[in-house]
Every structure is written in structure tokens, then in C-alpha cells.
């Protein structure tokens, strides 16, 4: 799908919802950006791009609570944070 056409109003993706749908899927092209009344209202993307996304955030998250563990000085070692693991 172009960039044109990643903008869609609701009316034409409900016309057209299987034909986005199988594009999507055949050419893994990004998400369509829904308008209602001429404002962006809602995003549809393929399985694949929303678990990747899902994926990104969750290890953007981790690396976010390791930082602020260093932070807060609640640090280790490396030979004795694996003895730890190793030993649980």
C-alpha cells in the first residue's frame, strides 16, 4: 500500500476491509491510519507489525526497570548475580 493510501476515512475501510486486509498480509505494508470526520481516530496494522510492536515495548520496558535498578543501586556483580541464578 502507498503512503497515499495509508490514510483512509472509516467509510472506505468498511467498504473495502477484506481488500486492506489482504494487502496487508501480501505486501506487509504498514498500518492504515483511520479518519473520522477528517481526524485520525484509530490505526489498523498486520498481526505480524503489532507483535513485533509488542515485542519492542516489552524489551523497551525491561531495559527502563533495569536503568532505574541502577539507579536506585540495586546492582551486582556479574560473578555474583550468576551465582545467584545459578543457584535458584
Do not use: W
Not at 477528517?38 to 509488542?54: N, P, T
Request: glycine residues 10%.
Amino acid at each position: 500500500m502507498k503512503l497515499s493510501q495509508s490514510v483512509q476515512p472509516v467509510s472506505h475501510v468498511k467498504a473495502h476491509a477484506s481488500e486492506i486486509i489482504r494487502q496487508m498480509q501480501e505486501a506487509g505494508s504498514g498500518p492504515v491510519i483511520i479518519t473520522q470526520n477528517g481526524e485520525a481516530r484509530a490505526v489498523l496494522m498486520g498481526i505480524r507489525e503489532y507483535e513485533d510492536m509488542q515485542e519492542s515495548l516489552a524489551l523497551l520496558k525491561v531495559l527502563a526497570l533495569g536503568g532505574k535498578c541502577v539507579e536506585e543501586g540495586r546492582v551486582a556483580p556479574v560473578a555474583e548475580a550468576f551465582s545467584r541464578v545459578r543457584g535458584a
